[in-house]
């Protein structure tokens, strides 16, 4: 399926006005919309076409919406298929897993945000287009295998009908021959056998211990016994060795070995060939890898987006309908950069434009960008696209682009790995540091907490002027607190508060944000959060904690050291992340792994709902 190309999402509701409102919310996602005024109508289409995502009513006369669930998980063609219930009613917590039962994948309530509902609509939406792109690759990638088994197997047919080896190996490619004589115990590499073990053809002698040398140890037992079958059934067999080079290099190999009877009928010869399937390893590998990440990336950007609905604040509803859907567009602009990029990363000219481009009039040259293209690593572009439209949100109610006056200069430049960038206002009101607000704390947790950078505000008189600077690097290390502010705040005998303490370790600035306000509301004192590992075990070696929650993956870092050393003083911890639970390493059997993004009620079940002594209790066992 092209990327560009429209997916169905069907609209199932017994209303045609609420069938008519969620059209036109999800108009301009750009989809091919279907209507069905009924179970049985769904159902109808749905066994004619290919749909990315179910939009249904809870209730509805004839089939309600879990049994219209059911029926279509019940179909191999739609079990993966996305499945969002809207309902006007009170949910039981029984009712939403009876929903998870049937295949349900979230839930929207009435009255419908329609920010709100084009947001988890599109990301299901996007993440089907993903699959059937994987799914042309995965369908690739078997007609490549087939296509060298059936060369294997034709060259096989080619060795047993003839002796000329060395032809055979050298018109295959990449395959290479060989013979064992049982009788004189002689065995003779081809040049072919030669080049895929990576030895001199000239000066390389075959013998039994230099070939056990060059193939992988944990491999030479499979090997050893397919080549003792064949001596013994009189059969060909096959299997799948890796081969330690001498300069090093890994190679996989896929080797054939067939028995040869001399005139009296026994088996006097071993021979076969080698096919190097590096590639084809590679290529599984690959796969396997992009459908992890595509997952993960998923979850993250869901993460994200439920961060900043938890922690946006507003005086009305629709002061944080705009806010919200200001800082979800942010991050839906830059996300657009990073796909044009394969997530490479995006080019700082372009974001900063797309950041100021509604803000700029016609015919006025009030928005001045001076700077050169800069390739940006895909967190920190993410970081800096929200802190830029805080900044233009802020200049457009309270500063410089409240007034037609007013004007803003955006320049940037790199110094010794440093990225220095500033954002000057002038003819705009004078403002003070409260007109900031919520904004600025966005700023300063995106760019301070998650990237180690800082951020400098003048609020003058003439205009506010900010200046931000960040590493730059190859991936920005995520600094919380350096080594001073850790031994500054942590007195050395410290005293254990009288509310619970827990410890949170999470890389990036929104999501530990939230996290953190959510525990805070809950009555808890946070420790942190933290963004590496060592900034955590610095406090753990100065002050007692009750329970901690890890993000397993920081940034390319892995959180098991604190995991050590929590299990090893008895303190219970669970692990958050956006990949799949199977990715946590198996010494930690039994610790429970919250998938991101992670709801109020799961830390409000997790703390709340039990006694300090009970909580994380399969994880304080497992430790």
């Known amino acids: ?68 669930a059911a029926m279509i998980r019940d179909h191999p063609r739609f079990r993966r298929t996305a499945i969002i219930f809207i309902s006007a009613i009170h949910l039981t917590d029984l009712d939403r897993v009876r929903g998870y039962e049937m295949g349900a994948v979230d839930y929207v309530p009435v009255p419908v945000i329609p920010e709100v509902l084009r947001a988890k609509v599109k990301v299901f939406a996007e993440l089907y287009r993903k699959s059937q792109q994987l799914e042309v690759l995965n ?24 002796e000329e080896r060395r032809n055979l190996a050298l018109a295959a490619g990449r395959m290479g021959s060989w013979d064992w004589d049982l009788v004189h115990g002689d065995c003779v590499f081809d040049e072919g056998q030669k080049r895929i073990f990576g030895v001199d053809p000239l000066t390389f002698k075959v013998s039994a211990p230099r070939i056990r040398r060059l193939i992988h140890r944990d491999d030479w037992p499979s090997v050893r016994t397919t080549l003792r079958r064949a001596r013994r059934d009189a059969c060909s067999s096959q299997v799948e060795f890796r081969i330690c080079r001498p300069d090093g290099q890994l190679r996989w ?19 076969g060939i080698t096919i190097d399937i590096t590639e084809r390893k590679e290529a599984e590998e690959r796969q396997a890898l992009l459908v992890r990440e595509v997952d993960h990336r998923a979850r993250n950007a869901l993460a994200v987006v439920h961060a900043i609905v938890c922690l946006t604040r507003a005086d009305n509803i629709r002061q944080f309908v705009t806010a919200v859907e200001g800082r979800i567009q942010a991050l839906a602009r830059v996300h657009s950069l990073l796909s044009s990029s394969r997530w490479h990363g995006a080019d700082i000219a372009q974001l900063v434009e797309d950041e100021l481009a509604p803000y700029r009039p016609q015919n006025q040259d009030r928005i001045k960008i001076h700077g050169k ?35 803003v200069h955006i320049r940037w430049e790199l110094r010794e790995g440093t990225l220095f960038l500033q954002w000057t206002e002038n003819g705009g009101p004078a403002v003070t540091a409260a007109a900031g607000g919520f904004g600025i704390r966005v700023i300063k947790a995106s760019i301070e907490r998650q990237l180690g950078g800082h951020v400098e505000m003048d609020w003058r008189s003439e205009g506010v002027q900010c200046k931000i ?14 080594a001073t502010e850790i031994s500054a705040a942590v007195p050395a005998a410290a005293v254990i508060s009288p509310r619970r303490r827990i410890l949170v370790l999470e890389d990036d600035g929104l999501i530990a944000a939230m996290i953190g306000q959510t525990l805070s509301e809950l009555g808890f004192e946070v420790v942190g959060p933290f963004g590496r590992v060592d900034e955590a075990i610095a406090v753990l070696d100065r002050q007692p904690i009750d329970a901690a929650i890890l993000d ?22 669970v692990f958050m992340t956006g990949y799949g639970q199977e990715t946590v390493e198996e010494r930690f059997p039994g610790v429970r792994v919250l998938q991101k993004p992670i709801e109020r009620e799961i830390l409000q079940t997790l703390f709340v709902a039990r006694a300090p002594t009970m909580m994380f209790a399969g994880a304080r ?3």
């Open 1 to 68: 399926m092209p990327q560009e190309a429209k997916v169905n999402i069907l609209l199932v509701d017994d209303q045609p006005a609420k069938l008519l409102s969620y059209e036109v919310i999800l108009r301009e996602l750009g989809e091919n919309l279907v209507k069905a005024s009924s179970g049985r109508e769904a159902l109808e289409y749905l066994l004619k076409s290919e749909i990315a995502v179910v939009l249904m009513d809870v209730c509805m006369p004839e089939l309600d919406g879990f049994q219209l």
């Open 139 to 162: 369908a690739e990638l078997e007609s490549r295998v087939a296509e060298r088994t059936a060369e294997l197997e034709r060259s096989t047919r080619r060795l047993q009908e003839s």
């Open 253 to 271: 190999c896929l080797g054939t070995a067939a028995p040869s009877r001399d005139n009296a009928k026994r088996i006097s010869r071993v021979s």
């Open 373 to 407: 293209s800069l390739s940006l690593e895909p967190s920190v572009a993410q970081a800096l696209a929200l802190a830029l439209h805080e900044l233009a949100t802020n200049a457009a109610k309270y500063g410089a682009l409240s007034r037609c006056s007013g004007g």
């Open 469 to 482: 600077s960040l590493p730059h690097r190859s991936r920005a290390e995520i600094s919380y607190l350096d």
């Open 552 to 573: 397993v993956n920081l940034g390319g870092e892995m959180a098991y050291p604190v995991a050590h050393l929590l299990r090893a003083r008895d303190t219970p911890f």
């Open 621 to 623: 066992a497992t430790a």
